[in-house]
């Protein structure tokens, strides 16, 4: 068997699938063994949870290596979407001379564009995002929500609504 790194999670299942089978097949085996030896190995190149999942397998579920390698990326392409998500929204960040108001507004307006994310990474990465540099307004935000760890992405709208308020009557906007 080709030395072949074990699947980490962090890689795209469609990516490792061929990098697999491109070892196996770059091996002295004769055609007729190939097919077996993909099947066989599969599972002792997996780690923590694609481990978990290939363990699970119903019992003469897979007929062929081409159908494993087809619900091994259906099952784990997913975990790479939902970092890739992850991500995207902690990347978001005040600039230094952003109000408050332009930054909440440019903060949903992305979040829309990525798919479904849960209301608690919401809540944490727009107060990691807040920079406290930028406004008073925004300053005082970040330190309640550090201070007062908001959980739930109703809880953050609601402080920030009354921060804004505050800034633009302090800065005079209608």
Avoid: C
Wanted: hydrophobic letters at 35%; glycine letters at 4%; proline letters at 5%.
């Amino acid at each position: 068997m080709p030395d072949v790194p074990k699947y980490d999670e962090t890689s795209y299942p469609q990516k490792y699938s061929t990098t697999y089978t491109t070892a196996v097949k770059g091996n002295d085996l004769a055609p007729h063994e190939i097919e077996s030896v993909l099947l066989k190995k599969f599972g002792e190149t997996l780690t923590r949870g694609t481990l978990m999942w290939y363990s699970l397998l119903p019992e003469h579920s897979i007929d062929s290596f081409e159908m494993l390698a087809d619900s091994f990326i259906k099952a784990h392409a997913g975990a790479r979407k939902v970092e890739a998500r992850k991500n995207d929204i902690f990347r978001i960040s005040q600039g230094e001379s952003e109000f408050l108001r332009e930054f909440v507004t440019r903060f949903q307006k992305k979040r829309m564009l990525l798919p479904t994310i849960p209301g608690e990474w919401k809540a944490e990465a727009f107060t990691k995002g807040l920079n406290s540099r930028s406004s008073n307004a925004s300053r005082k935000l970040k330190e309640s929500l550090l201070e007062f760890q908001e959980t739930t992405w109703v809880d953050v709208h609601n402080r920030y609504e009354s921060k804004i308020r505050i800034e633009d009557d302090q800065v005079g906007f209608p």
